[in-house]
């Protein structure tokens, strides 16, 4: 048996329905909603009155633990709830069923009720590749200009459909592997919401995007009902070719119709030869034979071209059908055979009465009546379409988005797709943008959001889904991108959600801080280094700490911390200052950090024996105000073992003459109790009065003294110019 050339249509398409699009797997705290229930269900809780209340996962609990249900509705509380599609939010809160007054017994009102617990959905993990992959498609599109490149630019936006129809091949996948699933409802709900994802996003390309001109509409809508609608049974068509009598099969003849009003002309053909060559009854095969002619010659895609000779062979092959559909023998073929005709004449009161949904009749009218109709006059088909088919009852939200698609309503469009899903609408509104459907000035966010902020359409639709997108923390690189690529609202938003998104990892950080960098987010950039350099602090990297603090311009906690490193220093002796701040670039400016590198190379000449080089270190500290005052009595006790030096005169008289200022300056300051606490303590007095601190410096008063007078007898010798570390040149 031949195998039928049918286009395999989705299984599940057909099913979705407005209810089925708000339906979501939520992380704790969440609320548990089955597969019957909407928010419009918990909404209509508090008005029917029913003495329970759904099942709640939220942390706090609205009602207390070993509260009964019973006890909540006798005292006048139930649960309602709001949901937010375009971000994927609900807020459940406690809610009275009859105003106080009604209410015989007076109500006492808690914290609990009036606390709103807000939760947002969580994202499949399935779906993490999916929104990273059409991230960079976001990426590349978002910039380019349609009509400037158009090649380069559909190369790019084609990625879109291919991500979609790519990850509709993995969740049909895994739904035949049930034994494999977790979560069998959760993913047939995926399944459901990215097969709407495909057959929104194609049927908006065909009508608002398509570069295809020679294909006319009516052969691109049949091409997506094929393809995108489940109302075709397969079965049914391998049913009929193992028939022996085909044509007396019941379902024979309906097959024939549906696949006639979806455009499968293909496949009709191929059933009417199969059943040719089997029919024993001549008359019967005659009139197959008949029918099989004006098949085939029913205009194709292929050969339906704008160029006028198109059409005169269209109204030439309907003049065929209307004078087979009045030939004697088309009655050998029944009322069915005549039905069957009566479609391909463009018979709009048949069509209607054997079509299954609006779709399939509106594919049969375009293609049957109007095949090179415009996509600019659609709309009085569509609504005889609309009125036969669909009542305000039946229209679920998938009906809506495709009647505004089809009436080229792209502000409709994107209202009801924003109730379908955020992913799609900020997509599409981007792509609607980019083509020129949203560049109206009079067209503000307004129209379609009561938030009176000053954005436009696509800017606000983006920002939506990118804040759908914050339930998971890994999804930040993807929500930095949409934010920023949505105007100057998306932008300061991004300011101040970026210094949120949980660190981790230094490799993390440091990715989060080059963003901040490379898009000068400078008030963003501050805040994480104070988080970083905080976190730093805590852990006891002091020179990490250091470094942070110094890119956040917050000097006052660079002070604190590099007091801290000398402090520990001082009492410690054990710490090297030099292995402490390794780890700082040289490049880094600031004068807290300065003073602790000079401090730290004047030791390390010391102990390398470089005694000249010591001295002038010691000798710049002081005159150069980079050392604080507080720490002067320390570098002055700091000079001993170089004032006492009998080899050679390391101060010159100059250099002499300001070590006895600055000793002075201390000794004599009102401030001079705390300019005297950082000298060491004596292991035999491990408390120091003033006083005893004080007489530390004495000693360093009488080597100053002593060593003017040597430097005035002893002039050190004028050696070669040379370079201290800092760079100065400078002369003994």
């Not at 002593?706 to 050696?719: E, F, G, I, K, Q």
């Amino acid at each position: 048996m031949a195998a039928l050339p049918l286009i395999q249509p989705s299984n599940s398409a057909a099913r979705f329905s407005a209810s089925a699009a708000k339906r979501s797997i939520f992380s704790a705290p969440t609320v548990d909603i089955n597969d019957e229930s909407t928010e419009q269900d918990l909404l209509k809780e508090q008005e029917m009155g029913h003495s329970s209340v759904l099942t709640l996962h939220l942390d706090p609990s609205p009602i207390g633990k070993g509260v009964s249900v019973g006890s909540w509705t006798k005292n006048n509380r139930t649960i309602g709830a709001t949901f937010r599609p375009c971000t994927n939010e609900i807020a459940v809160y406690v809610a009275g069923k009859k105003a106080a007054e009604e209410f015989p017994i007076k109500q006492q009102s808690s914290i609990k009720d009036n606390t709103v617990f807000l939760c947002q959905a969580s994202i499949p993990e399935s779906r993490i590749p999916f929104i990273n992959q059409t991230f960079g498609v976001f990426l590349n599109t978002t910039t380019k200009d349609p009509y400037h490149l158009p090649e380069v630019y559909r190369r790019h936006y084609e990625q879109y459909y291919e991500v979609i129809q790519r990850y509709l091949l993995q969740l049909y996948e895994q739904s035949k592997n049930e034994m494999a699933i977790v979560d069998a409802t959760a993913n047939a709900q995926e399944l459901e919401l990215v097969e709407g994802f495909s057959s929104i996003w194609k049927l908006s390309e065909s009508v608002f995007l398509t570069t295809d001109d020679k294909k006319p509409i009516a052969f691109m809508f049949s091409e997506w009902l094929a393809a995108h609608d489940a109302g075709l049974d397969l079965e049914v068509g391998k049913t009929i070719l193992a028939s022996t009598e085909r044509t007396l099969h019941p379902h024979f003849w309906p097959y024939i119709h549906q696949c006639l009003l979806r455009g499968m002309r293909e496949s009709v053909v191929f059933i009417v030869e199969q059943t040719l060559n089997d029919e024993t009854d001549d008359k019967v095969a005659d009139a197959l034979e008949g029918f099989l002619k004006v098949l085939q010659g029913i205009p194709s895609s292929e050969s339906f071209v704008p160029d006028g000779k198109s059409l005169e062979r269209h109204k030439k092959w309907q003049e065929d059908c209307e004078e087979f559909s009045k030939v004697p023998q088309l009655s050998h073929l029944g009322e069915d055979g005549k039905k069957a005709m009566a479609i391909l004449t463009g018979n709009v009161e048949i069509i209607l009465d054997l079509a299954a949904s609006w779709e399939e009749a509106f594919s049969a009218i375009l293609l049957y009546t109007n095949p090179d109709c415009s996509r600019y006059d659609l709309l009085p088909m569509l609504k005889i379409c609309i009125a036969s088919y669909l009542q305000d009852s039946e229209e679920t939200l998938l009906d809506r988005i495709k009647i505004a698609i089809l009436e080229m309503d792209a502000i409709k469009t994107l209202r009801h797709c924003g109730n379908f899903h955020p992913w799609l609408v900020a997509h599409l509104a981007d792509v609607f943008q980019q083509y020129g459907y949203l560049d109206m000035s009079d067209l503000r966010l307004q129209d379609i959001a009561s938030i009176g902020w000053d954005t436009n359409i696509r800017d606000f639709f983006i920002m939506n889904h990118a804040q759908s997108l914050m339930s998971n923390p890994n999804l930040w690189e993807a929500i930095s991108g949409y934010l920023l690529n949505s105007g100057h609202i998306g932008k300061a938003m991004l300011s101040e959600w970026i210094c949120h998104v949980p660190l981790g990892s230094s490799r993390k950080a440091h990715k989060v801080l080059r963003f901040c960098k490379d898009n000068n987010l400078n008030d963003s950039l501050r805040s994480i280094n104070r988080v970083m350099a905080v976190e730093e602090e805590r852990r006891g990297q002091y020179a990490l700490a250091i470094q942070h603090f110094i890119a956040s311009r917050d000097n006052d906690r660079v002070a604190k911390l590099t007091d801290n490193l000398m402090v520990s220093y001082l009492q410690s002796g054990g710490l090297d200052l030099e292995d402490a701040l390794a780890s700082i670039p040289d490049h880094t400016s600031n004068d807290h950090v300065e003073f602790l590198r000079s401090y730290a190379k004047f030791h390390q000449d010391y102990k390398n024996g470089d005694v000249r080089n010591a001295g002038r270190k010691l000798v710049d500290l002081l005159t150069s105000s980079r050392a604080p005052k507080k720490y002067w009595a320390v570098i002055l006790l700091d000079a001993l073992p170089l004032l006492e030096n009998k080899q050679m005169v390391v101060f010159d008289t100059k250099d002499t003459y300001e070590m006895m200022r600055c000793l002075e300056e201390v000794v004599g300051s009102q401030h001079k109790a705390e300019y005297l606490q950082p000298l060491p303590k004596n292991a035999s007095s491990p408390t120091l009065t003033v006083e005893m601190r004080e007489q530390q410096l004495n000693v360093v008063r009488l080597l100053l003294v002593r060593n003017l007078a040597r430097s005035l007898v002893h002039a050190p010798r004028v050696a070669p110019l040379d370079s201290d570390a800092n760079g100065t040149m400078m002369t003994d």
